[in-house]
């Protein structure tokens, strides 16, 4: 909280992910969309923090008996653990975002409203 001080300073939880270093580069022009590796911008320390914490849920969600049905789950089928790692810790920080910018407590089965 302290790095990223007001997250209303930024528009959207891809905007701070993207602060941290947790999104794809892009080259892209004309409509055609090219990403590459993540980018690794920004704080350094607390982008640190987010992937080795997201390393310590896939540690501990294999284990988990409702673990095969997940999100994770399915993205460590299709890509190695690394990447599902990042990719963990990028979503983590949009929730960060989302969570500091409404100023809200953490509720685990949250599901928005359609408004």
Known sequence: MASIGDAKSFESGRQLAAWLGL?????????????LGISKHGDTYLRTLLIHGARAVIR??????GYAQT?????????????????????????????????????????????
């Open 23 to 35: 999104v794809p580069k892009q080259h892209s022009s004309g409509g055609k969309q090219l990403l």
């Open 71 to 115: 999100w994770l789950a399915q993205l460590i089928g299709r890509r190695n653990k690394n990447i599902a790692a990042v990719a963990l810790a990028n979503k983590n920080a949009r929730i960060s975002w989302a969570l500091l910018a409404q100023e809200r407590d953490y509720q685990p089965g949250y599901e928005p409203s359609a408004a």
């Open 60 to 65: 501990v969600a294999e284990r988990k008996a």
